[in-house]
């Protein structure tokens, strides 16, 4: 079995067993009544999941390019930023201020300039800061939304 | 001519100047490659809740025009199409840039957008009362088909796998179902009390659009490459016009086949940009030229590209079909403000219908003037470093899907759908029949519900959905947009055996 096929059948194996859990949960909860489009929906989703599943097991199904070692290496710092920004962050520090940071470090992390490069650092404050103006004058002022405000802002 | 009488409201002074905001950002937006106006629209989505359902849906049709027209800009100055309706811009385009005619292939790309627009606009404007005239015989066991229809005509034609394309909307079908049902009294499908209210269309738009492209751009690593722009001599306008003048062949190909296009649900610039241009050099006697800097060829996709807009919405606007993905957005757009396509919008909401569509011809003008005279400023943007843009499109997400409920949930919403997304297209699967299934759901639930309360009451649900001209009709075009795609799929797969044969 090449990588290849192996990536594609864990994948479809996944989305088969989410199809199998809404089957199981639509055709077991009540009232019937309100589980009777998910059934319709749940019997061409398993039906579909399965297929695909075969397809992928017997190496038929090679359509994407799969996951990349390299460019999963290269999305856990971003996405790790991202999560720690909507799980703790936003509301431990303020939505405006931990949006800062995030654009900041995101910018640092992806940027090719090298760390110790001043004027690189000059540049990702400004841009960070000029960026973060927008968004304040686009949502506080204009859009008047109410953002969690933290310890800070 | 009932439009005419709704041009006053294109130019209230906010409504034009959403206008116009939004043609010049969607055509910077849309010369910024890795930016989709799909993505482009769906961030724009919640700017739309202060304003009104008029001024909301101008603010999101000029993006959706003007991001096309200026994904030429990056296809012909730097070769990278900004969208994908552009990629046969970037053929002859980009050649002709690099024989130091820049401005001549601007030009001449901004005014084959604008009266390809035209004519794609005056397309939706004549045909679309037709056929929500035609809507209204629709019962609910037909609304039931057609929202069917929907999923599996973008399932089917919008995917590189019929499989995955119809999965894909059977997950945005009971995606759909997640939440209270207000009908029947009952929870289905809450995991977790975020879900609670169910998934709001708007962070999930924007999590399938947005986040799956910051993800692809943290991919690159830290990427020292740098995009190298043609430098652009300068050009006069009128000879522009002029030779536009000449180009009616290439004008009319792209034109007659990007609205035909437009016309079919589901297929989307892409194909109408490359169907028009491979047409083009079929019709012209300089056929060599094409592919080496020829003007025709890049007529022919930008008329294209953008003569499919103004048709691709009607069948959006009268059977809530979208003809595009960025169409399927725009529905979102609609519903959120409470209107649903069909007669309904013409017969209810006439001002917003015909405000809406008077905007997008307006828009095509302003489009080509501001197109001219920013492109080469929107190219310098378009060089924008990648991590600049990822940062940028994350913090937008992040703040729209927050404003849409003032909630930290249409946060997490937009982030599990969107890294879900990011992986599933690894492997094939595409955002748009799901989002179409998410979209159209509950209109398919809803008209299931009331037909089968009639069925009971009549000769049972087998009679009352399957039977009648109406219904054998729609069931015939589910199975044949099904077939249709299990066929190409069976001939494309042989192709590349075929190939893959050959080479070893």
Same mark, same amino acid.
């Given at each position: 079995?090449?990588?290849?096929?192996?990536?594609?059948?864990?994948?479809s194996?996944?989305?088969?067993?989410?199809?199998?859990? #809404? *089957?199981?949960?639509? $055709?077991?909860?009540?009232?019937?009544?309100?589980?009777? %489009?998910?059934?319709?929906?749940? +019997?061409? &989703?398993?039906?579909?999941?399965?297929?695909n599943?075969?397809?992928?097991?017997?190496?038929?199904?090679?359509?994407?390019?799969?996951?990349?070692?390299?460019?999963?290496?290269?999305?856990?710092?971003?996405? #790790? *930023?991202?999560?720690? $920004?909507?799980?703790?962050?936003a509301?431990?520090?303020? %939505?405006?201020?931990?949006?800062? +940071?995030? &654009?900041?470090?995101?910018?640092?992390?992806?940027?090719?300039?090298?760390?110790?490069?001043?004027?690189?650092?000059?540049?990702?404050l400004?841009?960070?800061?000029?960026?973060m103006?927008?968004?304040?004058?686009?949502?506080?002022?204009?859009?008047?939304?109410?953002?969690p405000?933290?310890?800070? %802002? | 001519?009932?439009?005419?009488?709704?041009?006053?409201?294109?130019?209230?002074?906010?409504?034009?100047?959403l206008?116009?905001?939004?043609?010049?950002?969607?055509?910077?937006?849309?010369a910024?490659?890795?930016?989709?106006?799909?993505?482009?629209?769906?961030?724009?989505?919640?700017?739309?809740?202060?304003?009104?359902?008029?001024?909301?849906?101008?603010?999101?049709?000029?993006?959706?025009?003007?991001?096309?027209a200026?994904?030429?800009?990056?296809?012909?100055?730097?070769?990278?199409?900004?969208?994908?309706?552009?990629?046969?811009?970037?053929?002859?385009?980009?050649?002709?840039?690099?024989?130091?005619?820049?401005?001549?292939?601007?030009?001449?790309?901004?005014?084959?957008?604008?009266?390809?627009?035209v004519?794609?606009?005056?397309?939706l404007?004549?045909?679309?009362?037709?056929?929500?005239?035609?809507?209204?015989?629709?019962?609910?066991?037909?609304?039931?088909?057609?929202?069917?229809?929907?999923?599996?005509?973008?399932?089917?034609?919008d995917?590189?796998?019929?499989?995955?394309?119809?999965?894909?909307?059977?997950?945005?079908?009971?995606?759909?179902?997640?939440?209270?049902?207000?009908?029947?009294?009952?929870?289905?499908?809450?995991?977790?009390?975020?879900?609670?209210?169910?998934?709001?269309?708007?962070?999930?738009?924007?999590?399938?659009?947005?986040?799956?492209?910051?993800?692809d751009?943290?991919?690159?690593?830290?990427?020292?490459?740098?995009?190298?722009?043609?430098?652009?001599?300068?050009?006069?306008?009128?000879?522009?016009?002029?030779?536009?003048?000449?180009?009616?062949?290439?004008?009319?190909?792209?034109?007659?086949?990007g609205?035909i296009?437009?016309?079919?649900?589901?297929?989307?610039?892409?194909?109408?940009?490359?169907?028009?241009?491979?047409?083009?050099?079929?019709?012209?006697?300089?056929?060599?030229?094409?592919?080496?800097?020829?003007?025709?060829?890049?007529?022919?996709?930008?008329?294209?590209?953008?003569?499919?807009?103004?048709?691709?919405?009607?069948?959006?606007?009268?059977?809530?079909?979208?003809?595009?993905?960025?169409?399927?957005?725009?529905?979102?757009?609609?519903?959120?403000?409470?209107?649903?396509?069909?007669?309904?919008?013409?017969?209810?909401?006439?001002?917003?219908?015909?405000?809406?569509?008077?905007?997008?011809?307006?828009?095509?003008?302003?489009?080509?003037?501001?197109?001219?005279?920013?492109?080469?400023?929107?190219?310098?943007?378009?060089?924008?470093?990648?991590?600049?843009?990822?940062?940028?499109?994350?913090?937008?997400?992040?703040?729209?899907?927050?404003?849409?409920?003032?909630?930290?949930?249409?946060?997490?919403?937009?982030?599990?759908?969107?890294?879900?997304?990011?992986f599933?297209?690894?492997?094939?699967?595409?955002?748009?029949?799901?989002?179409?299934?998410?979209?159209?759901?509950?209109?398919?639930?809803?008209?299931?519900?009331?037909?089968?309360?009639?069925?009971?009451?009549?000769?049972?649900?087998?009679?009352?959905?399957?039977?009648?001209?109406?219904?054998?009709?729609?069931?015939?075009?589910?199975?044949?947009?099904?077939?249709?795609?299990?066929?190409?799929?069976?001939?494309?797969?042989?192709?590349?055996?075929?190939?893959?044969?050959?080479?070893?």
């Amino acid at each position: 079995m090449t990588a290849s096929r192996l990536q594609h059948t864990i994948s479809s194996g996944a989305i088969l067993f989410v199809a199998a859990i #809404v *089957t199981y949960i639509s $055709f077991t909860q009540e009232p019937a009544d309100a589980f009777l %489009f998910p059934r319709l929906i749940a +019997i061409f &989703f398993v039906s579909l999941a399965a297929w695909n599943f075969m397809r992928a097991v017997t190496g038929v199904a090679k359509v994407g390019v799969g996951l990349d070692m390299i460019e999963l290496k290269n999305i856990v710092p971003g996405l #790790v *930023t991202m999560l720690v $920004f909507i799980f703790f962050a936003a509301k431990m520090l303020g %939505f405006y201020l931990a949006s800062s +940071i995030a &654009f900041m470090l995101i910018f640092t992390l992806y940027d090719p300039a090298p760390l110790n490069d001043g004027k690189a650092w000059m540049k990702r404050l400004i841009v960070t800061v000029c960026f973060m103006a927008v968004m304040y004058c686009l949502f506080a002022l204009l859009l008047k939304v109410q953002t969690p405000s933290g310890i800070l %802002f | 001519m009932e439009f005419l009488s709704y041009f006053g409201g294109v130019f209230e002074p906010t409504a034009f100047l959403l206008l116009l905001g939004g043609t010049i950002g969607g055509l910077i937006l849309g010369a910024t490659p890795g930016l989709s106006p799909t993505m482009a629209v769906a961030l724009l989505i919640p700017f739309t809740f202060h304003l009104s359902p008029t001024q909301g849906l101008i603010l999101l049709g000029a993006a959706y025009t003007s991001t096309v027209a200026g994904g030429a800009v990056s296809a012909i100055l730097l070769k990278i199409p900004g969208a994908p309706a552009n990629i046969a811009t970037a053929l002859d385009g980009n050649a002709m840039a690099k024989n130091g005619e820049g401005a001549r292939a601007l030009h001449l790309s901004f005014l084959s957008s604008g009266i390809g627009g035209v004519i794609g606009v005056l397309l939706l404007i004549f045909l679309t009362p037709v056929l929500a005239k035609w809507a209204l015989a629709f019962g609910p066991s037909h609304l039931f088909w057609m929202a069917i229809l929907g999923v599996t005509v973008i399932g089917s034609l919008d995917s590189k796998s019929f499989v995955k394309g119809l999965l894909s909307g059977c997950i945005g079908l009971w995606l759909s179902m997640i939440g209270f049902d207000d009908n029947l009294g009952a929870q289905r499908f809450i995991f977790t009390d975020v879900l609670a209210g169910g998934i709001n269309i708007i962070p999930a738009l924007i999590g399938l659009f947005a986040i799956p492209q910051v993800l692809d751009m943290f991919s690159k690593g830290r990427d020292s490459s740098v995009i190298e722009a043609i430098e652009v001599p300068k050009q006069r306008f009128m000879d522009s016009l002029r030779e536009i003048s000449r180009s009616g062949r290439a004008l009319s190909v792209g034109t007659f086949f990007g609205s035909i296009i437009g016309l079919i649900p589901g297929v989307g610039g892409q194909i109408a940009g490359l169907v028009a241009y491979d047409q083009a050099k079929k019709f012209s006697p300089d056929k060599d030229k094409f592919g080496t800097g020829h003007p025709e060829g890049l007529i022919a996709a930008e008329s294209a590209n953008n003569a499919m807009v103004g048709p691709s919405l009607v069948p959006l606007l009268t059977l809530s079909i979208p003809g595009s993905p960025t169409a399927a957005v725009l529905l979102g757009g609609l519903i959120i403000h409470g209107i649903f396509p069909g007669s309904d919008l013409f017969d209810n909401h006439p001002q917003v219908a015909w405000t809406f569509i008077n905007s997008m011809l307006i828009g095509q003008i302003l489009m080509v003037i501001f197109g001219i005279y920013t492109a080469t400023w929107a190219a310098r943007i378009a060089r924008a470093p990648v991590p600049i843009m990822a940062a940028a499109v994350m913090v937008l997400a992040l703040f729209g899907a927050y404003s849409v409920q003032s909630s930290m949930n249409g946060v997490y919403i937009m982030l599990a759908m969107g890294v879900g997304m990011f992986f599933l297209e690894k492997f094939g699967f595409s955002a748009a029949p799901l989002v179409l299934g998410l979209i159209l759901g509950p209109i398919a639930e809803s008209n299931f519900t009331t037909g089968s309360l009639i069925a009971n009451a009549q000769n049972g649900p087998v009679e009352y959905f399957m039977t009648g001209t109406l219904n054998i009709f729609l069931i015939t075009l589910v199975i044949a947009s099904i077939a249709y795609s299990f066929w190409s799929n069976m001939v494309q797969g042989k192709a590349v055996k075929k190939a893959q044969g050959a080479t070893s």
